[in-house]
Every structure is written in structure tokens, then in C-alpha cells.
């Protein structure tokens, strides 16, 4: 967890230098435009659409994106930005965490079955050990208390196995904490941008088509912002809960067929 949030310190720090790049980039951006404009109106009026075109700067994706983050105010798109890179960054540990995690059980069972058969209860913890991930550890309680009569190991099987579900479900709380955060963010930027397009009406002392328009643009960037930030986390959460899912399933059949097996084993004495 340490290395976890160092990690997420350091990509923190290098938002907020991207976020001081972006703006100085969107200051050259708008000076840029300005002066691409300029030369096309003093251009000549017969003079094809072609040239007055290739006359302003290809805007890349990247810029674009510069831009509406600039527009949409660096105070409250920050907030949203670090809502993705702390959230991304907790869902791949998770997913990485429960990728190792996952084990062939058909695999471990054989090898167990074959322990028991050939060197006994050691044998098949050893096995255990040498074996990563949660159901190998499953077994290993269950087999550590095999001499205390197969109820004791069925309960041991079943109260360590919420131990490893809890271990895997660790994090998904925060997760869940940014996806419900950026948007909200973004709402309360929408509304914070509202209120000072109707404070510059109120000024101005006329309702301006420009100045409404521009001052709830620049509001609603928040909002969109918040949102595509909510819905990639939404992709990543509901894809940990899948894998989870599919892990408990599987220690749960495991289980099952481990009991099978002790209880074979028992027979043969």
C-alpha cells in the first residue's frame, strides 16, 4: 500500500505540472487563433475557403483537450483530474492484485490428491505453500486442521474464505467514492459557472446572447468532464466485480471438491 500511494503522489505531482503546461499552452492556443483569424480577414474576398482553411493551425486532439480543460476552469477541472488518476490507479493495483490471484484449481486438487496418496497430510501442504494465490491459502487452513475432524476443516474453509473475499473486495470502497465524486464535482462547477454568468448579466445590465452562451459553455465543460471521468471508472469497477465474482465462484467449488477429497482419504485409512 505504501508503493501504491507513492505512486499515486507522483502521478498527482505531474498533474498539476501538466495542469500549469496547459496553461501556458492555451494562452499560445488563443494567441495563435487570434492571429490566424486576423490573416484571413485580410485576405481577399474572392479567395477560395481551401486557403482561408489552411491558413489557421491544425488543432490536434491533444490541444483541443488543453483547451476545454483551460475553459473549464483549472480550480475545478483539477479536482476531476485527480478523481481519474487516484481512482485508475486503485483499480489497476486491484486488477493486477487479482490476476495473480488467480489460480487452475483442477490443477491444485490434482496435485493435493496426488500428496495425500503419496506423502499424506504434509505432503499436500507443502504443496499448498509452494502454490500462490487465495484458494491455495484456503487450503492450507483446511488441510492445517485436518487431525481436528472434517466439520472443524469445513468451517476453517468457510470463515477463511471470507478472510481472502474481503482482501480482494480491499479498495473497491474508494473506487466507488471517485465515481460518485466527479461527477458531482462537475455539477457543483456547473452551478459555481451559472451563478457567474447571471452576476456578469447582472452587470452588464442586458441579457447578451455571447455573454450567456459563453458563460454556460465554459460551466457545462465541468459537467462533461466529471462525467467521461465517472463512466471509465464505472468500466474498470464493474469489471473488478466480475473478476471477483468469478474468483469466489471458483474457491467455493474448490472447497467443495477439497472436502470430497479428505473425506476419500479418511475412507482409505
Known amino acids: 500500500m505504501r508503493k501504491l500511494f507513492g505512486f499515486v503522489a507522483l502521478l498527482g505531482m505531474l498533474s498539476f505540472g501538466a495542469i500549469s503546461t496547459y496553461a501556458q499552452n492555451g494562452e499560445a492556443a488563443k494567441k495563435d487563433t487570434t492571429a490566424a483569424t486576423q490573416q484571413v480577414d485580410t485576405s481577399k474576398a474572392g479567395a477560395p475557403a481551401a486557403a482561408a482553411a489552411s491558413a489557421e ?22 479536482p476531476i483530474l485527480l478523481c481519474l488518476i487516484i481512482g485508475l490507479a486503485l483499480a489497476i493495483e486491484r486488477i493486477i492484485y487479482l490476476n495473480l490471484a488467480t489460480t487452475n484449481t483442477k490443477k491444485l486438487l490434482s496435485k493435493i490428491e496426488d500428496a495425500l496418496q503419496n506423502g499424506g497430510i504434509e505432503a ?4 499448498c505453500r509452494n502454490t500462490s494465490g487465495p484458494v491455495a491459502s484456503i487450503f492450507f487452513q483446511g488441510l ?36 460518485t465524486l466527479s461527477p458531482m464535482l462537475g455539477f457543483l462547477g456547473t452551478v459555481v459557472g ?6 456578469n ?15 454556460i459553455k465554459v460551466a457545462l465543460i465541468t459537467t462533461v468532464g466529471g462525467l467521461i ?3 471509465i471508472l464505472q468500466l474498470f469497477y464493474n ?11 471458483e474457491m467455493e467449488d474448490a472447497s467443495i471438491s477439497l472436502i470430497d477429497i479428505l473425506a476419500k482419504h479418511n475412507l482409505k485409512k
Not at 499436500?124 to 504443496?127: C, N, P, R
Open 57 to 78: 493551425p491544425e488543432t490536434t486532439t491533444r490541444q483541443q483537450i488543453k483547451m476545454k480543460f483551460i475553459e473549464g476552469g483549472v480550480p475545478w477541472m483539477t
Open 124 to 127: 499436500a501442504k507443502e504443496v
Open 144 to 179: 492445517d486442521r485436518m487431525n481436528e475432524g472434517l466439520d472443524v476443516v469445513e468451517k476453517s474453509v468457510v470463515s477463511y474464505g471470507s478472510v481472502q473475499m474481503g482482501r480482494m473486495e480491499s479498495g473497491l470502497t474508494w473506487i466507488s467514492l471517485f465515481i
Open 194 to 199: 451559472m451563478i457567474g454568468a447571471f452576476d
Open 201 to 215: 448579466i447582472q452587470v452588464a445590465g442586458d441579457i447578451s446572447p455571447a455573454l450567456v452562451a459563453g458563460g
Open 229 to 231: 471521468v465517472a463512466m
Open 239 to 249: 469489471y473488478i466485480i466480475s473478476k471477483i465474482d468469478s474468483l469466489v465462484n
